[in-house]
Structures are given as structure tokens and as C-alpha cells.
């Protein structure tokens, strides 16, 4: 499992060449939210997400003949503009797996990132089937955006920041796709300090986790329908789903619509731009869907920011 010893050593690996994102009170959602509203703001990471945590944490886990070879990773956007940036700081040639129906600012930041971008299927569950030949062809090393302990490791130094700068913490509240930043948030908190409730978000049209829960093993979705792109996941792995059956003490879901008003909120309240996926948490907070107590101390963790002009105009 990982968990709070390799989360401290990613700190060590990757925290210089990250931002310590701030957290921030947000007490006009309070008596909306029924708690103490706050949020993780990683939409003010470098590459506008939580994503180069993990990935800076894996590739500096590279052999030389790796890093000789490449690497190569499927993404919706998010991971894909991390792995270019981190890979161009390191000199390490990458490329990525999109959809063709990825957001056109996530491809052109991928781009200009230094990543070569290979546009393949309309769909996260068309990309996913293509990905491996992709991959055999190009002899690249795969990061994976969540299915890896490093990458794991490197979401849950989020943990080891929240735990550190807001005391008297109740619960976290996380997007989830892959399961790979509530499982590394979740194993970092629990190990540390059990009573803060961990709570996952997932859009209703991609609900990979709840189902695998649900079921007992890992569930391939046959379709994602959703705005929240970045959490379109069409299955967890087998790691993520012990972490979240062993440390995880809830998962819900929003709707589309919620999390769109979620946006709008976030945007005239806290001047924090928020793509679909990033604002999950505050929806469901907003909706009361945690379980949490009146009063209670909640952190938001709001993962990304990266949407389109033209989307954004349209949702809002």
C-alpha cells in the first residue's frame, strides 16, 4: 500500500519545483454547505493541476535506457499537459494519447509543452482500447495518470499540505477519476489522523469507483457521458480500488448541471477558475451530499482549471 512514508519522499523529490498551493476560506458558501467551506486551490499549480505531483515523482524514477526511450502516457488533457512539462524540464522526449474530442486548450497546451500528441478515438473508453498498440509501436515508457505508486505517492503530499495548514480538519473532499488523488490523499490523512472523513466526488456519468465498490472489483464503464472530461475514468485499477476500500470512508456523485452551477459559484465567490472536473467537490458540498455535521471544518480539493474559452462561455 502507499502511503505516509512515500508520500514524504516525493515531498522530498518533487517540492522544489512545485507550488504549495494555497487553501482558502470560502464563508459565503457556508450556510449554503451547512459547514465550514475551504478550498485546496491546485487550479493555481504549475500546468493548471494537481497532475505534476505525481508525475515529476514518477519520472524521477527513470533508468537511464527510460529515459533514452521516451515516455509515453492517455490522458483527457490534464495529465498529458503535466507529463510535457515535466518531461521537457528532465530532457526527456514524451508524447500523448488523447481523444480527437479533447478540449482544443488542453491539446495546444500539450504542445506547446514540447509533447507530441497523438489524437485517437472520440472517447475515453475508444482511446483506452487503442493505447496499447499505440504504445507497442512507439517503445515509449507508459506513466500512467493514476495506476502507478508513485504517481500515487506524489498526489498524496496534497494530504501531507492540508493536514499542515488547517487545523481542527473534519473531512476532504476530492474529485475522482482514476482514484489516484483520493487514494493518495486518503492513505496519507488516515495514517496520520483517522477521524478526518475522506470523500470522494464523482460526476454520475463516469462513476467508475462507486461501481467498483459497489461490485467488489474493478468495473469497465462502457460509455462516460459527462462534462467533467478529466474525471471521464472508464475504470479504476485494482490499486486505486484497495486504497479507497480500505481509507476512503465515502464516494458520491453530482450531476452535470450541479457541477456547472458549481463553476459559476466558484467563479463570483472566489475568483477561481475551475474546469467541470475541479469543482465536483464543491458541488457536493453545496448539495450536502458528505454527510458531514453542521458546522464541521471541509477542504474542497479543487483539481484543475484548465477549460476551453469557448466551453467556458457555453456552460456559464
Given at each position: 500500500?502507499?502511503?505516509?512514508?512515500?508520500?514524504?519522499?516525493?515531498?522530498?523529490?518533487?517540492?522544489a519545483?512545485?507550488?504549495?498551493?494555497?487553501?482558502?476560506?470560502?464563508s459565503?458558501?457556508?450556510?449554503?454547505?451547512?459547514?465550514?467551506?475551504?478550498?485546496?486551490a491546485e487550479?493555481?499549480?504549475?500546468?493548471?493541476?494537481?497532475?505534476?505531483?505525481?508525475?515529476?515523482?514518477?519520472?524521477?524514477?527513470?533508468?537511464?535506457?527510460?529515459?533514452?526511450?521516451?515516455?509515453?502516457?492517455?490522458?483527457?488533457?490534464?495529465?498529458?499537459?503535466?507529463?510535457?512539462?515535466?518531461?521537457?524540464?528532465?530532457?526527456?522526449?514524451?508524447?500523448?494519447?488523447?481523444?480527437?474530442?479533447?478540449?482544443?486548450?488542453?491539446?495546444a497546451?500539450?504542445?506547446?509543452?514540447?509533447?507530441?500528441?497523438?489524437?485517437?478515438?472520440?472517447?475515453?473508453v475508444?482511446?483506452h482500447?487503442?493505447?496499447?498498440?499505440?504504445?507497442?509501436?512507439?517503445?515509449?515508457?507508459?506513466?500512467?495518470?493514476?495506476?502507478?505508486?508513485?504517481?500515487?505517492?506524489?498526489q498524496?503530499?496534497?494530504?501531507?499540505?492540508?493536514?499542515?495548514?488547517?487545523?481542527?480538519?473534519?473531512?476532504?473532499?476530492?474529485?475522482?477519476?482514476g482514484?489516484?488523488?483520493?487514494?493518495?490523499?486518503?492513505?496519507?490523512?488516515?495514517?496520520?489522523?483517522?477521524?478526518?472523513?475522506?470523500?470522494g466526488?464523482?460526476?454520475?456519468?463516469?462513476?467508475?469507483l462507486?461501481?467498483?465498490?459497489?461490485?467488489?472489483?474493478?468495473?469497465?464503464l462502457p460509455?462516460?457521458?459527462?462534462?467533467?472530461?478529466?474525471?471521464?475514468?472508464?475504470?479504476?485499477?485494482e490499486?486505486?480500488?484497495?486504497?479507497?476500500?480500505?481509507?476512503?470512508?465515502?464516494?458520491?456523485?453530482?450531476?452535470?448541471?450541479?457541477?456547472?452551477?458549481?463553476?459559476?459559484?466558484?467563479l463570483?465567490?472566489?475568483?477561481?477558475?475551475?474546469?467541470?472536473?475541479?469543482?465536483?467537490?464543491?458541488?457536493?458540498?453545496?448539495?450536502?451530499?458528505?454527510?458531514?455535521?453542521?458546522?464541521?471544518?471541509?477542504?474542497?480539493?479543487?483539481?484543475?482549471?484548465?477549460?476551453?474559452?469557448?466551453?467556458?462561455?457555453?456552460?456559464?
Amino acid at each position: 500500500m502507499i502511503g505516509l512514508e512515500a508520500a514524504h519522499a516525493a515531498r522530498e523529490t518533487i517540492g522544489a519545483n512545485l507550488h504549495r498551493t494555497p487553501v482558502l476560506s470560502v464563508s459565503s458558501l457556508d450556510g449554503r454547505a451547512g459547514v465550514e467551506v475551504l478550498v485546496k486551490a491546485e487550479v493555481l499549480q504549475k500546468t493548471g493541476s494537481f497532475k505534476p505531483r505525481g508525475v515529476l515523482n514518477r519520472l524521477a524514477r527513470l533508468t537511464p535506457d527510460e529515459r533514452d526511450r521516451g515516455v509515453i502516457c492517455i490522458s483527457a488533457g490534464n495529465h498529458a499537459q503535466a507529463l510535457a512539462w515535466a518531461a521537457a524540464r528532465m530532457g526527456v522526449s514524451a508524447a500523448a494519447v488523447m481523444p480527437t474530442t479533447a478540449q482544443t486548450s488542453k491539446i495546444a497546451a500539450t504542445k506547446a509543452y514540447g509533447a507530441e500528441v497523438i489524437l485517437r478515438g472520440e472517447s475515453a473508453v475508444e482511446t483506452h482500447a487503442d493505447f496499447p498498440a499505440i504504445v507497442a509501436e512507439s517503445g515509449r515508457v507508459v506513466i500512467p495518470p493514476y495506476d502507478d505508486p508513485a504517481i500515487i505517492a506524489g498526489q498524496g503530499t496534497i494530504g501531507l499540505e492540508l493536514l499542515e495548514d488547517v487545523p481542527d480538519l473534519d473531512a476532504i473532499v476530492v474529485p475522482v477519476g482514476g482514484g489516484g488523488l483520493v487514494g493518495g490523499i486518503a492513505a496519507v490523512v488516515k495514517e496520520q489522523r483517522p477521524s478526518v472523513r475522506v470523500i470522494g466526488v464523482e460526476p454520475t456519468g463516469a462513476a467508475c469507483l462507486h461501481a467498483a465498490l459497489a461490485e467488489g472489483h474493478v468495473v469497465h464503464l462502457p460509455r462516460t457521458p459527462t462534462i467533467a472530461d478529466g474525471l471521464a475514468a472508464p475504470f479504476v485499477s485494482e490499486r486505486t480500488l484497495a486504497l479507497a476500500t480500505r481509507y476512503v470512508d465515502a464516494v458520491v456523485q453530482v450531476s452535470d448541471e450541479e457541477i456547472v452551477e458549481a463553476m459559476g459559484i466558484l467563479l463570483e465567490r472566489t475568483k477561481l477558475l475551475t474546469e467541470p472536473g475541479g469543482a465536483v467537490a464543491v458541488a457536493a458540498l453545496l448539495h450536502r451530499r458528505c454527510g458531514l455535521r453542521p458546522g464541521q471544518r471541509a477542504v474542497a480539493v479543487l483539481s484543475g482549471g484548465n477549460v476551453d474559452r469557448a466551453l467556458l462561455t457555453s456552460l456559464l
